[in-house]
């Protein structure tokens, strides 16, 4: 295994770069961080469900920046779909939300969901498991950001925690506001950065072929375990595409992750392509075909007679984001986002109570990754999210 992971570094080096192998492509994630010359410590934690989750602490700056701001305000960051928390620190420290957050004076801790690479160890199962894999985000919202949460207050000491989710890990910050009323007070703030709730009006082709498949025949083609593992993906980029054409490679890279708009930093693609896709489970990706097909946001859907056992009901209940009345959020969409996309993201808008403060800001010409890779978030959108989140508390 370890061997083709190098052979497809080596050769995703040669189509995007002349130069050296970026340590950051080989540094895991404990290393990527002190590499950049800041302090971060691992830790796990145990889900309700038995799910063993890597959390990291960056608890202060560069060059002890904000080292002794006492107290600090406590962030946690929580990725998206198919990613990991490499995601808030794969650019360069001026320009990753990670490494921003730890020099404004946050106490930053990034969490990892169940079925990513630093969410694959289970106090029963192993990944070989069929068990292992049956989830889907629900399970994240009901177990994994509940037991991350737990674990930071419990670490600190601190009552409230300031919320960063990108994508899935905006919807998992929304959907846990909107099932669990403890959240709205333990959350001082929150900032949802192309939050991925509904998703009838997806434009990207990849899952448009898959929604329009049968259900039965997507999970015979990919299996009831890891949707897209390792080799899988190794195959597709490496040996199929790749090895074709490195500007057609680019492209289907492009096609599966965002359009390309530009701001992402090419040069940086073997640092991002090493440690993204993450991996999720094949439940969890039908859920969001689900989602393409139905025009709600709701629970999984176990079928009539699957829903009765689950949820009591013949359908699956929705997310109730009308409960949301605190604390306030700001909302993060992009213009060319092709997941998350302006018809989609009005709906759940057009929910929210009417007690609850929120606000919407668009960034032009954004896509899908722009929000955590962009190599111009730390001028166009962070300074927006940092704003929004000092100033936009529960009282
Ligand atoms: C990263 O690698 C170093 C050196 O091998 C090791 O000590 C550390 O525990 C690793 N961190 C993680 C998060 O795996
Ligand atoms: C950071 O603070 C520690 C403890 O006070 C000190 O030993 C270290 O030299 C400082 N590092 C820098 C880069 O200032
Ligand atoms: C997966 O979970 C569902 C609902 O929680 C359950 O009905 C089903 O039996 C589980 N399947 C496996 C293979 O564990
Ligand atoms: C782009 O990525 C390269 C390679 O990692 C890096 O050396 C360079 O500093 C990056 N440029 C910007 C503007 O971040």
């Avoid at 039908?286 to 989602?291: D, E, I, S, V």
Wanted: overall charge negative; aromatic content about 14%; hydrophobic content about 40%.
């Amino acid at each position: 295994m370890k061997i083709i992971k190098i052979i497809f570094f080596l050769t995703l080096l040669v189509f995007f770069v002349n130069s050296q192998v970026d340590p950051d492509v080989l540094a895991n994630i404990t290393q990527l961080i002190h590499n950049h010359g800041y302090p971060c410590t691992n830790h796990k934690v145990t889900t309700e469900d038995g799910y063993i989750l890597q959390v990291q602490h960056v608890p202060y700056g560069r060059n002890n920046a904000s080292r002794t701001q006492d107290p600090k305000p406590v962030v946690y960051l929580q990725h998206g779909l198919l990613d990991s928390s490499f995601t808030w620190f794969l650019n360069e420290p001026n320009e990753a939300l990670g490494y921003i957050l730890a020099d404004y004076g946050f106490d930053v801790w990034a969490g990892n969901v169940r079925g990513n690479t630093m969410g694959l160890e289970h106090i029963k199962w192993t990944t070989n498991d069929v068990q292992f894999w049956n989830f889907s985000y629900d399970e994240m919202i009901q177990y994994d950001l509940p037991a991350i949460v737990d674990f930071i207050l419990e670490e600190t000491g601190s009552s409230e925690i300031y919320y960063v989710g990108h994508s899935q890990g905006g919807g998992m910050g929304l959907g846990a506001l909107s099932i669990f009323p403890k959240y709205q007070e333990i959350f001082k703030s929150v900032a949802l950065l192309a939050p991925a709730t509904y998703e009838n009006h997806q434009q990207c082709f990849l899952l448009s072929l898959l929604a329009d498949m049968e259900q039965k025949y997507f999970f015979d083609f990919f299996g009831e375990k890891d949707f897209m593992p390792e080799t899988w993906w190794i195959e597709l980029v490496a040996n199929t595409f790749c090895a074709a054409d490195p500007i057609v490679c680019e492209d289907i890279i492009l096609l599966i992750v965002g359009a390309d708009t530009g701001n992402l930093n090419e040069s940086r693609l073997p640092v991002f392509l090493s440690h993204t896709p993450a991996g999720s489970s094949t439940k969890n990706i039908n859920h969001y075909l689900q989602l393409i097909r139905t025009n709600k946001w709701q629970m999984y859907d176990y079928g009539t007679d699957g829903n009765m056992v689950k949820y009591g009901q013949s359908t699956p209940p929705e997310y109730p984001v009308e409960n949301v009345l605190n604390p306030p959020i700001g909302f993060f969409f992009g213009s060319k986002d092709l997941l998350v996309t302006q018809k989609d993201w009005e709906q759940t808008l057009a929910r929210l109570s009417p007690d609850l403060q929120w606000t919407e800001y668009t960034v032009p010409d954004y896509d899908h990754l722009d929000y955590v890779w962009g190599v111009n978030a730390h001028t166009l959108l962070y300074p927006q999210v940092i704003q929004h989140l000092v100033s936009n508390t529960r009282k």
